[in-house]
């Protein structure tokens, strides 16, 4: 990218992890940006400390897609490389102990958008427009965008956006269920900080092991599905984390959680 400065940064703000995006004109996403992200990442998961991680970007977009530079310069072989990586960059996130937070500050177009999918859960703000053109372009999603966006909105509504190009409003990403909460502009990143809070006031272990029941649940059918939370749920019971749980329930004060 030629910069002596990242066009990746992390910042701590309490127990959340905050990873943002600072590659202007409009926050490509481009290898260097996977890379530095996953990076970041990966200290997120080791820090114990660290209770959530929300990924944002600077200025009026969050990435409008893929940088159009970059992808005029791969082949066949390069592309498929590309994607792969960039798919197990996603796959990371997704691994980690820590809920995922997308704070949706602007336009998230493409790479942008399939990064957001990556996530746990989106916030958006209210002036966001996002959308999956790569057709208009001649190619297909290759971050993950075909096998996502299915799995968050109805297999119609992800079937329309991926056929169509369409760009829609952070409203109408939030009747689709794309976003999961849409707020004022210049405010996501402060509402994704409280939902943030919220996670981290509960026990982490527990908040770790609900987020693999769900995610691994999705990879199977209901009846394993069943088996995965039986699973996670039984060391829990043994945990001081538990224990601290009840005892602040029956004592009427607020828990103490200490991941263990």
Do not use: W
Request: glycine share 10%; aromatic share 4%; proline share 5%.
């Amino acid at each position: 990218m030629g910069s002596e400065v990242s066009p990746v940064t992390i910042a701590r703000h309490g127990s959340t992890a905050v990873i943002t995006v600072d590659n202007p004109p409009v926050n490509a996403f481009h290898p260097d940006i996977a890379e530095a992200i996953a990076e970041l990442a990966a200290g997120v998961g080791e820090d114990p400390d660290a209770r959530a991680l929300v990924i944002t970007a600077a200025g009026r977009h969050f990435m409008a897609g893929g940088d159009i530079a970059y992808l005029k310069t791969l082949n066949a072989y390069r592309s498929e490389r590309y994607v792969l990586r960039i798919q197990e960059v996603q796959d990371q996130l997704r691994r980690l102990p820590q809920p995922v937070i997308a704070a949706i500050n602007g336009t998230a177009l493409g790479g942008g958008l399939e990064l957001a999918l990556a996530c746990d859960i989106r916030l958006a703000a209210s002036n966001a427009v996002l959308g999956l053109p790569e057709v208009s372009l001649g190619i297909i999603p290759g971050a993950g965008g075909t096998q996502n966006l299915p799995r968050v909105v109805s297999l119609g509504q992800a079937k329309r956006l991926l056929f169509t190009a369409d760009r829609i409003t952070a409203a109408e990403a939030l009747t689709i269920g794309l976003v999961d909460e849409v707020v004022p502009a210049g405010e996501v990143l402060t509402a994704a900080l409280d939902l943030a809070a919220r996670i981290a006031r509960n026990a982490p272990l527990a908040v770790t092991a609900a987020k693999r029941a769900v995610d691994l649940g999705l990879q199977t059918g209901v009846v394993d599905g069943h088996r995965i939370e039986a699973t996670l749920f039984a060391p829990l019971t043994e945990s001081a984390d538990f224990a601290e749980g009840i005892a602040a329930f029956i004592d009427k004060r607020e828990p103490s959680f200490r991941r263990g």
